[in-house]
């Protein structure tokens, strides 16, 4: 992709998100995110109804007079964007790739943080580790990942989520918010994302198109796995066919949802056949509540 084209696809996003940033992610993303603890600010005398545990016993020896000390939240966070790159993120039945949906949800995140003065970083993934931005504030940091999801091209078209997960372990000592966007395509990583959910606050957005889930009946298709390079032919007129799709789909689900709830995941699942305001919301509402 031309840089001149690129900057205007990454000017077109950035415009395309503001609003959604702007309305209602902003505010639900500052309430909901909370910083990592308090931080001592100053002292102060000592006012009727303070917590006695707050006093500051050294300057009250030293003015002979009650002092406590005044704490503020921490609210400086980090944030990481681990996005999967990954052959799967290229499907779409619908109007948009996966790949598509996950890169304006990244720019949402990622302006949201900038927005209230939070560092913001990312990790591109497939099967390796594609490429790791650092975080770091301001937007023409968060327009640097923008742009780099829009023109990365990944090395490899496989996935390994504990790939991902243990090379966020590794570099991310602090703890962060942490937003793993993938469709979760994937074996073998619920240790992975056990040990990453005890160090950070570890949210999944599960990417799904509605097509995974059940084949239409529209007769004989060549299916080919962009993971593994695998083609098949397949008729989907066939009952039997279509129930033994669904069902395997309905078995995938329920491991996925069962490694959720061992792990402790606090996960969203965003259908890419429609807007994701209404998913995403919800569950930042839920979310707060829980608070």
Do not use: C
Not at 63 to 80: A, I, Q
Not at 124 to 136: C, G, Y
Not at 196 to 209: E, N, P, Q, S, T
Request: net charge positive.
């Amino acid at each position: 992709m031309e840089t001149k084209e690129l900057l205007k696809k990454v000017r077109q996003l950035e415009i395309r998100t503001r609003g959604v940033v702007n309305q209602v992610f902003s505010g639900e993303y500052h309430s909901v995110f909370k910083g990592r603890g308090m931080e001592f600010s100053e002292v102060r005398e000592y006012q009727p109804g303070d917590e006695i545990r707050t006093i500051d016993w050294n300057v009250t020896a030293r003015l002979n007079h009650p002092f406590v000390k005044v704490f503020e939240e921490e609210r400086e966070l980090t944030v990481l964007l681990l996005v999967d790159l990954s052959g799967s993120q290229f499907f779409g039945s619908q109007s948009s790739f996966k790949r598509d949906i996950a890169v304006e949800l990244s720019a949402i995140l990622a302006f949201s943080a900038m927005k209230n003065n939070d560092k913001v970083g990312a990790l591109l993934f497939t099967d390796q580790i594609e490429r790791f931005i650092p975080p770091r504030k301001g937007r023409i940091h968060a327009l640097r990942i923008v742009r780099e999801l829009l023109s990365f091209a990944p090395q490899s078209p496989r996935t390994s989520l504990s790939a991902a997960l243990e090379y966020l372990n590794r570099v991310q000592k602090k703890r962060a918010i942490v937003f793993l966007i993938s469709d979760f395509a994937d074996t073998e990583y619920e240790q992975a994302l056990r040990i990453a959910g005890k160090r950070h606050d570890l949210v999944g957005i599960v990417l799904i198109d509605p097509r995974e889930r059940e084949l239409p009946p529209v007769g004989l298709v060549a299916f080919h796995d962009a993971e593994t390079g695998q083609e098949r032919w397949v008729d989907t007129l066939n009952s039997a066919v279509r129930h033994a799709h669904a069902t395997s789909w309905a078995s995938a689900y329920s491991r996925r949802q069962s490694i959720f709830r061992k792990s402790r995941l606090d996960a969203v699942e965003i259908p890419i056949d429609r807007s994701y305001m209404k998913p995403l919301t919800d569950f930042f509402q839920r979310r707060e509540r829980r608070w």
